[in-house]
């Protein structure tokens, strides 16, 4: 996955009250890096700490944060909650948002692409002192969000069929699955394909008649959505910029971020740039 390109000027935060939202499964999972992150943010600002327990509970205290700067502590499963709901409600765009990455490496590959700092004290510390980044967003026609990218094919069914067993068995399979998702093919074999439509600003990029290996869409950060085809013959991808992308064909799944969705038979994304702003630390 491609690290977006954020934008080379920002703004400094000042000090104001945070909201320190901290994920129930970071608590459990590594209660200590979380100690040390509400340490360093309680000593730099003022700081109303909530420990919700359910989603429904974690969006309330979203909701009711006032002025308040808010601060999610957990997974790229909390931030991309987090991203969702303000989004659903209007007001992603309305004030800044800060991320401390607390997980296992495997659950934190989009902060990492996001260019968030993984350990507890450099991550409370941009909080602090570092600087407002305005990122683009990619929302279908579902209004789901995708901060970094999405691929098609994406996972196996079998990820879909684990999402309601609890954390820790759902953390295996999608460890199992990620070795998965590209596995090397035996010499000779044929690539595996898939016969997609791919439409970029209404401009047919590929039909059904024509298989393809994966198609990838990302956003670089730099105002478009860059739309990437692979097919079996061709060594480079087909390449093309948009603004909104449309997938369909038979049933497919696809990767958002992290997340795998879907079947879907046609689904449409349209980047929105500058749509929301994250915390940073300085560039150097």
Not at 36 to 52: E, H, M, N, S, T
């Amino acid at each position: 996955m491609s690290a977006p390109e954020i934008a080379a000027h920002g703004t400094r935060q000042q000090p104001r009250q945070l909201l320190v939202v901290i994920d129930p499964l970071a608590r459990r999972s590594d209660g200590e890096s979380v100690r040390i992150a509400k340490d360093v943010l309680c000593a730099g600002a003022p700081a109303k700490i909530c420990l919700p327990d359910t989603p429904e509970e974690f969006a309330r205290a979203l909701a009711r944060r006032g002025h308040r700067r808010p601060v999610v502590v957990g997974d790229d499963q909390a931030l991309l909650r987090t991203v969702a709901l303000l989004h659903r409600e209007r007001e992603l765009g309305t004030g800044v948002l800060a991320f401390v990455p607390v997980g296992a490496p495997a659950d934190l590959v989009l902060a990492r692409s996001l260019r968030v700092p993984v350990g507890a004290v450099a991550a409370a510390r941009a909080v602090l002192d570092g600087v407002e980044r305005h990122l683009d967003l990619l929302v279908d026609d579902s209004d789901g969000v995708v901060l970094d990218g999405l691929h098609v094919p994406a996972l196996p069914e079998a990820a879909d069929a684990a999402r309601p067993a609890g954390p820790a068995v759902w953390r295996a399979c999608r460890s199992l699955v990620r070795g998965l998702v590209r596995p090397v093919p035996a010499p000779g074999a044929p690539a595996e394909t898939h016969r997609l439509r791919v439409e970029a600003d209404g401009e047919l990029l590929n039909d059904l008649d024509r298989p393809v290996r994966e198609v990838t869409v990302r956003s670089p950060g730099d105002g478009s959505a860059e739309v990437a085809i692979r097919l079996p013959d061709a060594r480079e991808p087909l390449l093309a910029r948009a603004g909104s992308v449309t997938i369909s064909g038979a049933d497919f799944r696809y990767g958002a971020d992290t997340r795998v969705a879907g079947p879907v038979r046609t689904r449409t994304w349209t980047l929105h740039p500058e749509a929301w702003s994250l915390t940073l630390p300085p560039e150097r």
